[in-house]
């Protein structure tokens, strides 16, 4: 952190606590150059993340997009809401460390396939039918015959 008294880049931490509303950091620096002290507040950055949709258009990632869909795979299924919750904070979080500011929607189709998978194969086969756009029967008993397979 540069002073902003001397433009020292060089300063060490003395104290640090969270703020009253607990979004931000708040330290208390000592430069090494001038030895006066200063404080800084620190935030979390929240990047936004742009979904490159089949069409080439681009839209604001939307978590609650993406559970309804999960939840539309899953219905009359015994799955709780607790675990897709868990699955799209998973899948928020890939995307979120990935550090790319643009992913494909197939991207992120690929990452629900995948967890709706280990949580019930009837919610798989469902999203995957819409996700990979299968054209006639013969399509979805390729899949099928793969799901046993991997048993």
Excluded at 26 to 40: D, L, N, S, V, Y
Excluded at 122 to 146: C, G, P, Q
């Amino acid at each position: 952190m540069k002073c902003p008294f001397c433009s020292f880049a060089e300063s060490k931490v003395i104290d640090s606590r969270p703020t009253d509303d607990g979004e931000r950091i708040r330290r208390r620096r000592e430069c090494i150059g001038c030895a006066k002290r200063f404080t800084t507040y620190e935030t979390l950055e929240i990047v936004s993340i742009m979904v490159i949709k089949k069409d080439k258009s681009r839209e604001l990632f939307d978590r609650a997009k993406l559970l309804k869909g999960m939840l539309k795979a899953c219905e009359k299924r015994p799955i709780s809401l607790k675990s897709l919750e868990e699955a799209v904070n998973t899948i928020e979080t890939k995307l979120q460390n990935s550090l790319e500011r643009e992913v494909a929607s197939s991207q992120i189709g690929e990452y629900v396939v995948e967890i709706l998978k280990n949580i019930d194969e009837i919610a798989y086969v469902r999203f995957a039918s819409v996700y990979r756009e299968f054209k006639d029967v013969s399509t979805f008993m390729d899949e099928l015959r793969n799901l046993l397979k991997e048993k």
